[in-house]
């Protein structure tokens, strides 16, 4: 869906500045399991590379400590190259490979094409088991260290693991650090870039009966040193066509809560609002959507806004972000708002 056009309004030092937004739709122009950070030593690493070595080569850090080589190779399946966790299998010969690729090779050994059957590598899982090594994303600058169990379950939720793109205009699989995806929105999806914690759009649609599931705009917001997502979209809720406008924070969840924000829609002398803490980009877009974690419009209400004769959308939508600061002595939050 293609917005005819989208004024935007943002606030910087007092000022209000009024632009015109053209609603783009951009394939995404890295590839698939493609990861980047902003760091320039890591611009962009292979997952399955990255799987292969889990930091135990060329680890930097002063607590780190690389086991041999040697043993290294001993864990890596022949199959998906990827470090061996128990269950370890092996077949009559000695050789061995990971639980995963037993059955791609549908039980044959694929070094020597012999029977694997049910043999465990009791040995080979000891030593994995004692083996401490560091979060594959240490790189990124997570700083701890875990036997072979515990790492796992550790980087399924490492704080430091890449982002998802936030682009909800398509399926975009990159990946990366939060100021490497800032410049991928902007550089790649051609995403607007505001600074400011108040914003002021006024969305315009010539035929709003057009309403598919398709996102109409995303724009990013830095403020508070942090980086935000306003989305606004138009979609079927059940039968019945809403338009909805949400905002992300493009950091983890734990750091999403320090924030708030609100929103508000009207027209005619009437209003509607909704304040609420921003979502993750952890998140998905189409979670959140579906979660109705947002200001939800429906369509008669909306055309009821934009006045005339309900034959055209002309939303304006105002809001603004503001921090929660603890205070020490009442032992309550107070808002702190960006001027």
């Known amino acids: 869906m293609e917005l005819d056009s989208i004024e935007c309004v943002s606030s910087m030092d007092g000022l209000m500045e009024e632009d015109e937004i053209s609603h783009h739709h951009h394939p995404p122009l890295l590839h698939h399991h493609q990861f980047a950070s902003s760091k320039p030593h890591n611009n962009a690493i292979n997952n399955n590379n990255a799987a292969n070595t889990n930091g135990i080569n060329g680890i930097v850090g002063p607590t780190a400590i690389a086991p041999a080589t040697s043993v290294h190779e001993l864990l890596e399946c022949p199959v998906c190259t990827n470090s061996m966790y128990p269950p370890i299998h092996q077949c009559h010969n000695g050789h061995t490979l990971c639980s995963t690729c037993k059955t791609r090779v549908h039980n044959r050994c694929p070094t020597c094409r012999q029977e694997l059957g049910d043999i465990r590598c009791l040995a080979l899982e000891k030593v994995a088991e004692s083996l401490e090594l560091p979060c594959k994303y240490y790189h990124l600058g997570c700083p701890e260290i875990f036997p072979y169990y ?57 035929n709003p009966r057009e309403v598919e599931n398709a996102t109409w705009m995303l724009t990013v917001f830095h403020c508070f040193g942090q980086y935000f997502c306003l989305h606004f979209e138009a979609y079927q809720l059940g039968t019945a066509p809403v338009y909805m406008a949400f905002l992300r924070f493009m950091g983890d969840e734990t750091e999403a809560r320090s924030y708030s924000y609100s929103l508000e829609v009207g027209g005619n002398g009437r209003k509607l609002s909704w304040e609420g803490t921003p979502r993750s980009i952890r998140d ?56």
């Not at 790492?151 to 682009?167: A, G, I, S």
């Not at 909306?302 to 032992?331: C, H, M, Y």
Request: hydrophobic share 30%.
């Open 150 to 206: 515990s790492k796992l379950k550790h980087e399924v939720m490492c704080t430091f693991r890449p982002y998802n793109c936030p682009y909800a205009g398509s399926d975009c699989s990159v990946v990366g650090d939060i100021p490497y995806l800032v410049a991928h929105l902007r550089d790649d999806h051609k995403v607007d870039m505001h600074t400011g914690c108040t914003f002021n759009h006024r969305y315009v649609k010539s």
């Open 284 to 339: 998905c877009h189409r979670k959140v959507r579906d979660s109705h974690d947002g200001l939800i419009i429906q369509r008669n209400m909306a055309l009821f806004f934009s006045g005339g004769d309900r034959k055209e959308l002309k939303l304006r939508v105002t809001g603004r972000i503001w921090k929660e600061q603890q205070n020490p002595d009442a032992g309550v939050c107070i808002p702190n708002l960006c001027s």
